[in-house]
């Protein structure tokens, strides 16, 4: 159940269209998503190029997913002290939501589709594309006019959502974005490849 939930989270780090608007400052949220119905939820924390998500599903599986552009390498980290290390398909832009001040503003497009009600909250819905790695990603952004943290994205069709609530704009602590000491690094393949596949 454990590999399941690892593979679902790879394929959910590696695959998602999603991004968001630049903006400068360092935060953590709530986090939830969805990915091909299977939800998640749980803590989120950014700052610049690297990411740490400490999420949970419904089967009560947990696992720490800790993406680091500077180094192009994702950790999946897991409860019995085991990680896994892939390395990123896309950058943290394209695969988290969030684009931070060090991405070219040039390689961002966005178009203005409505505004639309959510959570009670009007937003403006974006369609975006961003260049991530030399390929385009597109996505679909729910955003509060002068807010620089999305509410939600989505890929353009609707199988993965995420969602931010409760920012809280505060520098985040180094040691987050870490493989803590003493863990025994484990293989797994990923989704759609076959073992001994490049």
Not at 115 to 127: D, I, P
Not at 171 to 193: C, I, N, S, W
Request: aromatic residues 12%; glycine residues 8%.
């Amino acid at each position: 159940m454990l590999i399941d939930l690892l593979k679902k989270l790879a394929a959910f780090v590696s695959l998602l269209l999603f991004s968001a608007f630049s903006w400068a400052m360092s935060f953590e949220s709530d986090i939830e998503f969805s990915f091909d119905n299977e939800r998640y939820w749980g803590r989120f924390r950014y700052d610049g190029d690297k990411v740490r998500m400490d999420v949970k599903d419904l089967h009560g599986n947990e696992e720490t997913v800790i993406m680091r552009e500077d180094t192009n390498i994702c950790w999946f980290v897991n409860r019995n002290m085991t990680y896994s290390e892939v390395a990123m398909k896309f950058g943290i832009a394209a695969s988290t939501g969030i684009i931070g001040d060090h991405i070219d503003p040039g390689k961002v497009r966005r178009q203005l589709l409505g505004m639309e009600m959510l959570n009670g909250r009007a937003v403006n819905k974006y369609r975006v594309i961003i260049d991530s790695c030399g390929k385009p990603v597109e996505f679909i952004e729910w955003q509060c006019p002068g807010r620089p943290v999305p509410l939600r994205v989505a890929s353009p069709e609707g199988n993965s959502v995420i969602e931010y609530r409760n920012v809280l704009f505060r520098a985040q602590e180094y040691f987050r974005f870490q493989l803590p000491e003493g863990l025994k690094k484990v293989r797994f393949d990923m989704p759609g490849k076959k073992s001994g596949q490049a």
